[in-house]
């Protein structure tokens, strides 16, 4: 079964320090999306992709962040400037056409970020 | 504004004992989506459902079945005969994009527990 893959599994990083988070959606989906989950807690949609532009993003996603897809595989999310509360499991996802059937919304197994 | 609401954090039962998962959901839109994620000590989030707002019928699918009543804003989750491996935390989720990126709004999950 296709899947999503993300890398690494768990990132642990400086305060201050730039990361990049990676993930390759499956093949045929047209949508790409981040998602955080801080420990504990509900799962936080950041931003959706599409047609290598970014189609709608929450208030957490500020300029801190960014998205790109960088070849015709590859969906990356940096955050310029890690803050201690940015640590969370961050998920990608790929989606097919909404009318698709059956129709996969697919998540991958998340990366694990720690900020110290 | 959406909201999706599962008012049960946590459920404890013996094994082959039924449970059913409550959700309930706030949108404007008359058009949306609902879905529902299991989330295994794993952490990855799989995929179980994806109704539409036009779609009534309940669902069944092995031992998971699914009610949605439009008139009530729910969309209740039933595992029957549970068993330890059905251990998890189990996210609702709603979408109103009818059209493109699919934009998930989670509630908090209930964290389900199986006891041999």
């Known amino acids: 079964e296709p899947e999503v893959t993300q890398t690494p599994s768990h990132q642990v990083t400086q305060m201050g320090q730039e990361v990049i988070l990676r993930c390759v959606p499956i093949?045929?989906?047209?949508?790409f999306y981040w998602y955080r989950q801080i420990l504990g807690q509900k799962v936080e949609f950041l931003v959706s992709f599409y047609n290598n532009e970014i189609s709608e993003k929450s208030e957490i996603f500020d300029d801190q962040f960014s998205v790109e897809r960088p070849d015709g595989s590859n969906f990356t999310l940096k955050i310029r400037s890690t803050k201690l509360e940015d640590s969370a499991m961050y998920f990608c996802?790929?989606?097919?056409?909404?009318?698709?059937?059956?129709?996969?919304?697919?998540f991958g197994s998340g990366t694990r970020l720690t900020v110290v | 504004a959406q909201k999706v609401t599962q008012a049960q954090t946590e459920i404890s039962v013996v094994e082959k004992e039924d449970v059913t998962l409550d959700c309930v959901y706030e949108?404007?839109?008359?058009?949306?989506?609902l879905f529902w994620y299991k989330q295994p000590p794993s952490g990855e989030l799989v995929f179980l459902i994806r109704r539409n707002s036009f779609d009534e019928q309940n669902e069944i699918s092995g031992r998971y079945s699914w009610n949605f009543q439009k008139s009530t804003s729910s969309f209740n989750f039933t595992i029957t005969a549970s068993q330890v491996v059905d251990s998890a935390v189990y996210f609702c989720a709603l979408s109103d994009r009818f059209q493109g990126a699919q934009k998930l709004v989670f509630g908090q999950g209930t964290r389900l527990t199986i006891n041999p």
């Open positions: 949108t404007r839109d008359t058009t949306y989506y």
């Open positions: 093949s045929n989906h047209l949508y």
């Open positions: 996802a790929s989606s097919e056409l909404p009318d698709s059937s059956p129709y996969g919304y697919t």
